[in-house]
């Protein structure tokens, strides 16, 4: 340990940077005017500082100085700095500069995240929603792909390594902490940790990395699952009174359910699964492929599933006489004979009444699956037009209507599709107008 130096030299550019251990306000390193403490790692202390003349924020990592001699120590450290300067991404926190104090110990100035980590974050707000805890994956996962592909495992994910800085609308995500980091070496080379050496934090780590074993992208993928479910829940998937305690769930354990704790879609539920499987190769094997299945799993919440409606009116004309018991057989007809047109093409019935009936059915997703659909609607609802008139006698008007719309469909008593809101149940606004014997698409240009 470095001894206490006489405190006179703790003005702001002094020429002496260095107070000990830990540096005083006003200490100055490099460039950079010490302001503060914010944060004492168990190797490295972080300050807040700003730049002598610009009075630009930054934030300051410092060695502490009983590691000043551990080489291995001070080669993680410096190639933290290394790692982030070749790591260029907005969701990874930018280095700024790299210098070493006068007693040799490194230090790191980097951009200053106006933020929180996510762990505090949670601790004041509760859980992240699944458009928020989308937004997180996103960011981090852009960052980690670029890390995987530039051949660098962070290896230390977890909440306190990641900065929430809130928005004008919002928030953004910044990864930081790659002192544990290390750039993947080819089979049989040794890597910068000795081998056997554990580096990782048991709330996040997979189980081969707690066993030592070889680390890939996929063990950073366990560690996105850690956090996902953490987002979610609020809680870790596996906690404990001791490191060892979460370690064995780890190793052992089931991955627990987010449906334990908080309403969880199944296919959400599966993607963490499968970033928690013990087994690597059971994992998802790489950021893409992950966030796919994400985007994947919570689609279907962001998006309004569509229906098409045809809307069958049979009428005697205005001027029409008291009709006759022929001409109300007529009517019968002709509503028969659509309503067995559109039953024999699968569609269902949402209302049926002695002069009129709504047939309806579910669109595809996706734009031209959804045109073919509508083309079909058009198809049909001439047939139904066709069969109906055929059916009646010139006395009665067959009035027909086609449309769609975003519709609310939900199972009914038995478990059957069943239209329960939307435009398509709001005759009044598309079943009007139009000319008898002819079909009237309500619905405009092809829903998008
Ligand atoms: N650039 C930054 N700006 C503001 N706060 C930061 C910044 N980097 C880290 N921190 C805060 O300091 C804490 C420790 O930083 P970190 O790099 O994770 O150090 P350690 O190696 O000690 O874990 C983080 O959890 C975060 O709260
Ligand atoms: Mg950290």
Redesign the pocket.
């Given at each position: 340990m470095a001894g206490t130096p006489p405190r006179d030299d703790a003005a702001p550019g002094a020429e002496v940077s260095l107070y000990g251990d830990e540096l005083e306000p006003g200490a100055l390193v490099g460039t950079w005017v010490v302001e503060g403490r914010v944060h004492a790692?168990v190797t490295a202390w972080l300050y807040r500082a700003s730049h002598i003349s610009t009075r630009s924020p930054a934030a300051l990592k410092v060695l502490r100085a009983e590691y000043n001699h551990v080489s291995e120590v001070l080669r993680r450290f410096k190639q933290e700095a290394d790692t982030l300067q070749a790591l260029r991404h907005p969701n990874i926190v930018e280095v700024l500069e790299y210098g070493e104090l006068r007693d040799g110990r490194p230090w790191l100035a980097m951009e200053w995240l106006p933020g929180e980590s996510i762990d505090r974050w949670l601790a004041h707000r509760g859980p992240f929603s699944t458009a928020e805890a989308l937004t997180v994956m996103e960011e981090l996962g852009g960052a980690l792909h670029l890390a995987h592909l530039q051949g660098v495992l962070h290896r230390?994910l977890k909440a306190?390594?990641v900065m929430v800085i809130p928005r004008a609308e919002g928030f953004t995500v910044k990864l930081?902490?790659f002192?544990i980091a290390r750039v993947q070496v080819p089979e049989g080379l040794s890597g910068l940790t000795s081998a056997g050496a554990v580096l990782g934090t048991p709330v996040a780590m997979a189980p081969e990395q707690i066993r030592g074993q070889a680390v890939d992208a996929r063990t950073d993928l366990y560690a996105l699952g850690v956090l996902l479910y953490q987002l979610l829940t609020g809680r870790l998937p596996f906690e404990g009174a001791s490191a060892v305690e979460v370690e064995e769930q780890h190793l052992h354990a089931p991955p627990p359910r987010l449906g334990e704790r908080v309403h969880a879609p199944p296919a959400l539920e599966a993607v963490v699964q499968r970033c928690l499987a013990k087994r690597p190769e059971e994992r998802w094997p790489d950021v893409p492929t992950f966030l796919d299945a994400l985007r994947e799993a919570l689609a279907p919440a962001a998006s309004t599933p569509w229906a098409a409606g045809i809307y069958v009116d049979v009428r005697f004309p205005e001027s029409h006489e008291e009709p006759s018991d022929e001409d109300l057989d007529a009517r019968d007809a002709a509503l028969d004979a659509a309503r067995d047109t559109l039953d024999a093409a699968g569609w269902r019935f949402a209302l049926e009444g002695g002069n009129a009936l709504l047939a309806w059915h579910a669109l595809p997703e996706g734009h031209e699956a959804r045109a073919h659909a509508l083309a079909d609607t058009r198809a049909l609802a001439e047939q139904a037009l066709t069969q109906a008139r055929d059916a009646a006698s010139s006395a009665v008007q067959v009035w027909l209507y086609a449309h769609a719309a975003p519709s609310e469909v939900t199972p009914d008593a038995r478990g059957r599709p069943r239209l329960a809101g939307g435009e398509l149940l709001r005759l009044e606004r598309w079943a009007t107008g139009g000319t008898p014997g002819t079909v009237t698409w309500a619905g405009g240009g092809l829903p998008g």
């Open positions: 790692g230390d306190q390594n930081v902490d002192g």
